[in-house]
């Protein structure tokens, strides 16, 4: 046991390095993100409030198209109980 000790510090340094590393490249993504969406909102000419208004205007077209799957969904169940 004593003479695995070195391996297996080595072995959990390099999975805590890896881990660290996983969470810069995610970190440096998010900040790559937020520049990139500054940068169109810019060129868009809309301001963030603005966005966020079209943003909840697609989602709640979404939970419309949605709803109306569902029940599209529950027709054909019926007409398949039925057949």
């Known amino acids: 046991m004593v003479a695995g000790a070195p391996a297996a510090g080595s072995a959990i340094a390099q999975h805590l390095a890896s881990i660290d590393a996983v969470d810069r490249q995610r970190t440096l993504g998010v900040i790559q993100n937020a520049a990139l969406m500054e940068a169109l909102g810019q060129r868009a000419g809309m301001d963030v409030s603005e966005a966020g208004a079209t943003g909840r205007v697609q989602a709640a077209s979404s939970a419309d198209l949605m709803a109306q ?14 057949a």
């Open 69 to 82: 799957l569902g029940s599209v969904v529950a027709a054909l169940q019926q007409i398949v109980k039925a």
